[in-house]
C-alpha cells in the first residue's frame, strides 16, 4: 500500500513539475511576443517621421536626393515585411541609412537652423534610442526564452508542445561594417 502512495506521489509531482515547466514556457514565449509588439510600435512610430523628415530635407538636400530616395524605399519595405528576420535586416540598414544622413545634414549650416527640422531631428533620435534599448529588452528575452527551450529538463516540455527557439535581433551585415566617413560626403 505505501509503494502506492510513492507511486501517486511521483506522478503528482511530476505532473505539478510538468505543468509548471509548461506555464514557465508560455510566461517567458508571451514575453518575447510583448517586447517584439513594443519594438514594432517604436518602428512605426520612426516610419512616421521619416516621411516628415523627407519632407523637410528635400529643399535642403538636392544633392542627397539618392540617400531620401533610399530611406524612402527602405521604409516602405519594412513596412509591407512580415517574415521576422527579412523586417531585422531592413530596418537595421534603415537605421545605417539614417546615421548617414544625420552625418550629411552637418554640411548644411542653414538646415541645422531650421526649428522644424531640429525637432523632427531631436524626435527621430529619442526614438531611435528607444528602438535600441526595445532591441536589448527584446534579445533579453529571446535569450531566457531559448535558454528555458533547450535546457534539461523544460528542453522535454518544450518539445513535447513544439516551443520553437526565437529569432534573436541581429545587426545586418551591412550595420556591422563601420562607415567610411569621408564617402558619405562623396555621393
Given at each position: 500500500m505505501e509503494v502506492i502512495y510513492v507511486v501517486l506521489a511521483l506522478v503528482v509531482l511530476i505532473l505539478v513539475?510538468?505543468?509548471?515547466?509548461?506555464?514557465?514556457?508560455?510566461?517567458?514565449?508571451?514575453?518575447?511576443?510583448?517586447?517584439y509588439s513594443s519594438v514594432e510600435v517604436l518602428?512605426?512610430?520612426?516610419?512616421?517621421?521619416?516621411?516628415?523628415?523627407?519632407?523637410?530635407?528635400?529643399?535642403?538636400?538636392?544633392?542627397?536626393?539618392?540617400?531620401?530616395?533610399?530611406?524612402?524605399?527602405?521604409?516602405?519595405?519594412a513596412l509591407n515585411i512580415n517574415d521576422k528576420a527579412l523586417k531585422f535586416n531592413i530596418n537595421n540598414e534603415l537605421s545605417q541609412a539614417l546615421k548617414s544622413l544625420n552625418v550629411k545634414v552637418e554640411n548644411y549650416p542653414e538646415?541645422?537652423?531650421?526649428?522644424?527640422?531640429?525637432?523632427?531631428?531631436n524626435a527621430?533620435?529619442?526614438?531611435?534610442?528607444?528602438?535600441?534599448?526595445?532591441r536589448r529588452?527584446?534579445?533579453?528575452?529571446?535569450?531566457?526564452?531559448n535558454s528555458a527551450c533547450e535546457s534539461f529538463p523544460t528542453i522535454i516540455i518544450a518539445n513535447m508542445f513544439n516551443f520553437k527557439k526565437a529569432e534573436f535581433y541581429e545587426a545586418s551585415e551591412q550595420a556591422k561594417i563601420n562607415p567610411n566617413v569621408k564617402d558619405l560626403f562623396n555621393d
Open positions: 513539475l510538468g505543468i509548471s515547466t509548461y506555464n514557465s514556457l508560455i510566461s517567458k514565449r508571451n514575453d518575447v511576443r510583448s517586447i518602428l512605426n512610430q520612426r516610419y512616421d517621421l521619416i516621411p516628415n523628415l523627407v519632407a523637410s530635407l528635400k529643399e535642403y538636400l538636392k544633392h542627397e536626393s539618392q540617400t531620401l530616395e533610399n530611406i524612402t524605399k527602405l521604409r516602405e519595405n538646415l541645422k537652423a531650421s526649428e522644424n527640422f531640429l525637432n523632427l531631428q527621430l533620435r529619442e526614438c531611435e534610442e528607444q528602438i535600441s534599448a526595445a529588452a527584446y534579445n533579453s528575452s529571446v535569450n531566457a526564452y
